[in-house]
């Protein structure tokens, strides 16, 4: 968007003043011949006086941000068109393009690893996941100088600093934290007399129960289990913090990272997705195998599966239809992921952070940027539109948290103590690892057991072949 242009200042006229000599006549005695007058020597007058040159009003800078919930509409057309309005205000000596990137995250990404080094964009948000690849190729800027010069420092909540600390060294600004939950249909379940689901066991069979007395109008469940669908991945991992009892899939202490998962975790949560979608009425719809988050979240405020792992963003589509408004504000709830047999409950801790590009050719500028995205009371709005909960204590205080969205967000705070941060790797080809072992089970061209060996070796691998 282009900000009214600045009126330049007008030069000052000068304007020049003649001086005046005075003629003196001399008049001489009458018997004295009056002596010839001479005529007086005009005095010049001064040249004009040079105006003094204006200083020039510096040219607005230009700046571009990226960002995944704008271009999606995971947070509301309405938001961005006020947080539009506020930077003009914020930010009068710079223009923040309209343009906010390609939209998913998985392009996005892939994108600015391509582009960052041209500049643009000059402020990046993305996954905690994104962090770590960032920073191995060098393409953002630590924070620590600035952000420790900022008053407003001491309002981010330190869970939400910790993670985007990488060797000592801060990488972003957290705005939006959550822990994934289940959100579940609380109205099928009084309808059917049926018991929320504690365990992966229960899982499996309250969601085939629904299928089943649905006649599969509802599917029980859905999971994503997209290649490169970053919902996918944080599902995942999810799973496998149970049962590795919250110990990280890499150990990064040493040098390099070190994959410390056995195959035995691998298949257990393997074994998961296979249960999921097999038998006569599935817990979750074989048609929907191989897709990701842009099926999931429509697909369930339309009604069309009764559970689902999910973060505190889906708030945000109760805006879509009156049937999703009332199937969130009315007939869903929120509780912890159903545990692994032998396991404990975990489940994945999302911070997403907003990042400098270390190309911009205007970092100051930028950095004021970020200062205005994650400000009191434009982080409060954003996560108050859309449902998450802020990095800021002073934001989460606002009173747009006080009302109808209260019990939406304590729910998913209080997943928070179970979560855990993805260690500082590479997650990018482990993840689309993770996801391929996925569809060999769900397609049923591997074994779960088949597809966890597969798995462990193609990460061993990336470990030898030092990608991660």
Same mark, same amino acid.
């Given at each position: 968007?282009?900000?009214?242009?600045?009126?330049?200042?007008?030069?000052?006229? =000068?304007?020049?003043?003649? /001086?005046?000599?005075?003629?003196? !006549?001399?008049? @001489? $005695?009458?018997? &004295? %011949?009056? #002596?010839? =007058?001479?005529?007086?020597? /005009?005095?010049?007058?001064?040249? !004009?006086?040079? @105006? $003094?040159?204006? &200083? %020039?009003? #510096?040219?607005?800078?230009?700046?571009?941000?990226?960002?995944?919930?704008?271009?999606?509409?995971?947070?509301?057309?309405?938001?961005?068109?006020?947080?539009?309005?506020?930077?003009?205000?914020?930010?009068?000596?710079?223009?923040?393009?309209?343009?906010?990137?390609?939209?998913?995250?998985?392009?996005?990404?892939?994108?600015?690893?391509?582009?960052?080094?041209?500049?643009?964009?000059?402020?990046?948000?993305?996954?905690?996941?994104?962090?770590?690849?960032?920073?191995?190729?060098?393409?953002?800027?630590?924070?620590?100088?600035?952000?420790?010069?900022?008053?407003?420092?001491?309002?981010?909540?330190?869970?939400?600093?910790?993670?985007?600390?990488?060797?000592?060294?801060?990488?972003?600004?957290?705005?939006?934290?959550?822990?994934?939950?289940?959100?579940?249909?609380?109205?099928?379940?009084?309808?059917?007399?049926?018991?929320?689901?504690?365990?992966?066991?229960?899982?499996?069979?309250?969601?085939?129960?629904?299928?089943?007395?649905?006649?599969?109008?509802?599917?029980?469940?859905?999971?994503?289990?997209?290649?490169?669908?970053?919902?996918?991945?944080?599902?995942?991992?999810?799973?496998?913090?149970?049962?590795?009892?919250?110990?990280?899939?890499?150990?990064?202490?040493?040098?390099?990272?070190?994959?410390?998962?056995?195959?035995?975790?691998?298949?257990?949560?393997?074994?998961?997705?296979?249960?999921?979608?097999?038998?006569?009425?599935?817990?979750?719809?074989?048609?929907?195998?191989?897709?990701?988050?842009?099926?999931?979240?429509?697909?369930?405020?339309?009604?069309?599966?009764?559970?689902?792992?999910?973060?505190?963003?889906?708030?945000?589509?109760?805006?879509?239809?009156?049937?999703?408004?009332?199937?969130?504000?009315?007939?869903?709830?929120?509780?912890?992921?159903?545990?692994?047999?032998?396991?404990?409950?975990?489940?994945?801790?999302?911070?997403?952070?907003?990042?400098?590009?270390?190309?911009?050719?205007?970092?100051?500028?930028?950095?004021?940027?970020?200062?205005?995205?994650?400000?009191?009371?434009?982080?409060?709005?954003?996560?108050?539109?859309?449902?998450?909960?802020?990095?800021?204590?002073?934001?989460?205080?606002?009173?747009?948290?006080?009302?109808?969205?209260?019990?939406?967000?304590?729910?998913?705070?209080?997943?928070?103590?179970?979560?855990?941060?993805?260690?500082?790797?590479?997650?990018?080809?482990?993840?689309?690892?993770?996801?391929?072992?996925?569809?060999?089970?769900?397609?049923?061209?591997?074994?779960?057991?088949?597809?966890?060996?597969?798995?462990?070796?193609?990460?061993?691998?990336?470990?030898?072949?030092?990608?991660?």
């Amino acid at each position: 968007m282009s900000g009214n242009k600045v009126t330049r200042r007008e030069f000052l006229k =000068v304007a020049g003043t003649a /001086a005046l000599g005075s003629v003196l !006549a001399a008049c @001489a $005695p009458p018997s &004295t %011949p009056a #002596p010839a =007058v001479t005529a007086p020597t /005009a005095t010049s007058a001064p040249k !004009a006086t040079t @105006a $003094p040159t204006a &200083t %020039p009003v #510096p040219e607005k800078v230009s700046l571009s941000f990226w960002n995944m919930p704008f271009v999606t509409q995971e947070v509301s057309p309405e938001y961005v068109k006020q947080w539009e309005e506020a930077v003009k205000t914020a930010l009068p000596n710079a223009t923040v393009d309209t343009f906010y990137g390609p939209g998913k995250y998985k392009d996005q990404r892939d994108k600015f690893l391509l582009q960052a080094k041209t500049g643009t964009p000059d402020v990046i948000e993305g996954l905690l996941e994104d962090t770590a690849v960032y920073v191995k190729e060098a393409l953002i800027e630590p924070l620590d100088e600035r952000f420790d010069a900022w008053a407003d420092k001491d309002q981010f909540q330190e869970a939400t600093l910790a993670p985007l600390r990488i060797k000592g060294k801060l990488w972003g600004l957290p705005y939006n934290t959550n822990a994934r939950g289940l959100i579940y249909r609380k109205d099928l379940f009084e309808q059917y007399n049926l018991k929320v689901p504690t365990t992966w066991t229960e899982f499996v069979e309250t969601g085939r129960q629904i299928t089943k007395l649905t006649n599969k109008e509802v599917f029980g469940a859905f999971v994503c289990t997209l290649v490169g669908d970053p919902r996918a991945a944080q599902e995942f991992i999810s799973w496998y913090y149970q049962v590795s009892h919250k110990q990280p899939m890499f150990d990064v202490s040493g040098e390099s990272p070190k994959f410390i998962a056995t195959v035995e975790q691998l298949e257990q949560v393997l074994a998961l997705y296979d249960e999921l979608f097999v038998g006569d009425f599935p817990a979750c719809d074989p048609n929907q195998r191989g897709t990701g988050w842009p099926v999931e979240d429509p697909g369930y405020v339309a009604g069309k599966w009764a559970m689902c792992p999910m973060g505190t963003w889906l708030w945000g589509r109760r805006v879509e239809s009156d049937i999703a408004k009332d199937i969130l504000e009315n007939k869903s709830a929120v509780t912890s992921l159903p545990v692994a047999e032998g396991g404990e409950l975990a489940t994945y801790l999302e911070v997403k952070p907003i990042m400098l590009n270390a190309y911009s050719k205007n970092k100051d500028m930028a950095w004021e940027l970020m200062k205005f995205i994650c400000s009191k009371e434009q982080m409060g709005l954003w996560l108050a539109d859309s449902g998450g909960i802020p990095a800021r204590k002073d934001s989460l205080e606002m009173d747009v948290f006080k009302g109808d969205i209260a019990w939406w967000v304590q729910s998913f705070a209080a997943q928070i103590p179970h979560s855990v941060a993805m260690e500082p790797v590479n997650w990018g080809p482990v993840s689309e690892a993770n996801l391929r072992a996925v569809n060999y089970v769900i397609y049923d061209e591997k074994t779960p057991r088949e597809a966890a060996e597969w798995l462990a070796d193609t990460i061993k691998k990336l470990e030898a072949d030092k990608v991660l």
